[in-house]
């Protein structure tokens, strides 16, 4: 099959839709460092407009709270790299869409802006089930350079959804 991602992420896509399907679930995407790339591994696949239902790539702090609902004071406080917001953005998406899973993501892919204390490849994730808990994880992928980054970003992001089907 020819496609613009690696196998390892098609195939997570392809296992993920099959998995939502067979449960009648919709998914919706808040991407923040992969812009966008997590919905779309998953629309490559044909046939996953009856499971993704949307995605919102919010770059900006600002999209982040007009689009999620993440408080501005929240991001001055711990920033946008961080267990909050990546929260706040997994269940914002839950809320502005018509979707069971979603999943967030936000981080440092370089190969500027990172610091001391969230260095180049650190990168939040949050998934968010209607009516259940949110999930965090933190991943110190390295500064791998941001391609790279940014791939093994969507690829626990495909993961983290799978593990919440």
């Known amino acids: 099959m020819d496609s613009l991602f690696p196998f390892e992420i098609t195939s997570l896509a392809q296992l993920l839709l099959e998995e939502c399907r067979e449960r009648r679930l919709r998914i919706v995407t808040a991407e923040s460092c992969t812009g966008g ?35 501005g004071d929240l991001i001055a406080d711990v920033g946008a790299v961080s267990e909050p917001v990546a929260r706040f953005m997994a269940e914002g998406a839950l809320e502005n869409s018509d979707a069971h899973i979603a999943v967030s993501i936000t981080g440092v892919a370089g ?55």
């Open 37 to 71: 790339l997590v919905a779309a591994a998953l629309t490559e696949i044909a046939g996953s407009s009856d499971v993704v239902e949307r995605g919102f790539v919010t770059y900006s702090n600002r999209a982040k709270q007009s689009l999620l609902g993440v408080p």
């Open 111 to 165: 190969p500027g802006g990172g610091t001391a204390m969230k260095p180049v490849g650190l990168v939040h994730f949050a998934t968010a089930r209607a009516n259940g808990p949110i999930h965090h994880r933190m991943e110190l992928f390295g500064d791998l350079g941001r391609s790279r980054i940014r791939l093994e970003a969507v690829k626990v992001a495909l993961q983290m959804m799978r593990d919440r089907v």
